[in-house]
């Protein structure tokens, strides 16, 4: 067999003069070759001339001594095998991580060309603790006789929603790839491709991604105004709030110039709502049927739900008995049991269905006619309430008991609106819940 070095297979080193040579063209005359790494010296595996590679010498600019001093804390645990679990980013930061790999793409998009660099971008840091394994087992010095320079000042990224607009608005059905500015970090570096993905590479993605802070959007090519975000290399807003969300490229726009996704943005629209309606700042109504009950002077209906199920806790003994002795046959199938009959109970509560009728939220009341028992509690006196997707559940003052009124979920719909943007949402028990605690909280207000 054929014997080649692992400078001739692999690599071309930007020396000039070195003869440039494809490694999918190295073969020998049977077809196979084994690999001898033949060089001698400290690097023990590595090409001598690494540190004179355009990688080696973009790592070199970041590489500090605290980084040589943790990779000697990895050989004593993992020996030579130390470059391929060493983690650079937690020595230098993750900022100053985010710049090495920024050069590094940059670097391999010039080079490659050239053929100087076949390899991916966030290799070399790896073969750079590689090689320099081979110098600290050396005992000799680093190759380089000049401390490597400061990194290059990556910039800062707010984990803050920033108020300066980055990218023009888009409407629905604009492509993404006509934003100017990385939506993360507001960078003009960033660069449209496109890849492949998916289950044996099947899928063709148009991609978006960013040299400063790594972040990546993809989307399937011939698929709807869907943008996956795929990948990001430095901590930012965007990539915590929305790591692997699929968003379209009106609401990446929307999040790179402040705002908030579709979902985001209703989310906090409807809790504002409430709010306001639990300050007493909204007043809203729901009459969904004719109230049976006698008005007082003044007095005003907020809330009238049909069909409303009252529920209360009940108190309930379960019995369980046998007899207890030896037992003695008689005549066939026939025995005479020995001892006493001995019995036991035990009490429990449960929530048991008590009447269903109309529920009646006014000013002043909350007021419950049904058909066989009336419910009227003066606000005033409720202790708490308990919000739920299709009732509540009142704790008042003098009643041990909690109340429960349920309905059922599609019983109506309120419109709400947060400037131009507007929502239905069903009469839910936060909403009722809110409506009281606003009524309770301006009657305090005019008690002052």
């Not at 605290?66 to 230098?92: G, P, Y």
């Not at 050069?103 to 590689?130: N, R």
């Not at 608005?169 to 993360?184: E, M, P, V, W, Y």
């Not at 001892?339 to 929530?351: K, L, M, T, V």
Request: with cysteine; charged share 25%; glycine share 8%.
């Amino acid at each position: 067999m054929d014997t080649l070095s692992l400078k001739d297979l692999y690599y071309k080193p930007s020396i000039p003069g070195y003869p440039s040579i494809e490694p999918e063209k190295i073969e020998s005359e049977s077809g196979n070759f084994s690999l001898n790494v033949s060089i001698s010296g400290p690097f023990d595996g590595m090409p001598e001339n690494y540190f004179t590679w355009p990688e080696a010498q973009i790592v070199a600019r970041y590489w500090t001594e605290q980084c040589t001093e943790a990779l000697k804390q990895d050989i004593k645990i993992n020996n030579s095998e130390a470059w391929r679990s060493f983690k650079m980013k937690e020595t230098i930061g993750k900022e100053a991580y985010g710049g090495l790999l920024a050069e590094l793409k940059a670097g391999k998009e010039k080079y490659e060309k050239e053929g100087l660099w076949i390899h991916g971008y966030s290799t070399p840091p790896a073969y750079f603790a590689e090689a320099l394994i081979g110098v600290i087992n050396s005992n000799k010095d680093l190759l380089y006789e000049e401390k490597p320079a400061q990194a290059v000042i990556v910039p800062e990224i707010s984990k803050t929603v920033s108020n300066i607009q980055i990218n023009h608005k888009l409407s629905d059905g604009q492509d993404l790839t006509s934003i100017k500015k990385c939506i993360a970090c507001g960078s003009d570096n960033i660069s449209v491709g496109e890849e492949r993905g998916g289950f044996l590479w099947s899928s063709k993605f148009k991609t978006i991604s960013c040299a400063i802070c790594g972040t990546k959007f993809r989307k399937e090519i011939g698929d709807a105004d869907g943008w996956h975000l795929f990948a990001s290399e430095v901590d930012n807003k965007v990539w915590d709030d929305y790591q692997f969300k699929v968003l379209t490229a009106r609401e990446w726009v929307t999040i790179g110039n402040g705002g908030l996704s579709d979902q985001k943005q209703r989310v906090t629209d409807i809790e504002n709502w409430l709010e306001r309606l639990s300050k007493g700042i909204l007043r809203v109504s729901f009459k969904g049927v004719d109230t049976p009950v006698i008005l007082k002077p003044n007095e005003e209906i907020l809330f009238a739900l049909p069909d409303v199920t009252l529920k209360e806790p009940r108190a309930v003994r379960k019995s369980s008995g046998g007899y207890a002795g030896p037992s003695f046959r008689v005549a066939k199938g026939v025995y005479f049991r020995m001892g006493r009959f001995g019995s036991s109970s035990e009490s429990h509560q449960e929530i048991r269905d008590i009447d269903r009728g109309i529920l009646t939220v006014t000013g002043e009341r909350l007021i419950f006619s049904g058909n066989m028992k009336t419910v009227n509690v003066d606000l005033r006196k409720l202790v708490q309430i308990d919000p739920f997707t299709d009732g509540l559940a009142l704790h008042r003052e003098g009643r041990e008991k909690t109340q429960y009124f349920v309905w059922n979920e599609n019983i109506g719909q309120m419109q709400l609106s947060e400037g131009e943007r507007k929502y239905t949402e069903p009469i839910s028990g936060m909403i009722v819940k809110c409506v009281i605690e606003g009524t309770i909280r301006n009657h305090n207000k005019l008690q002052r």
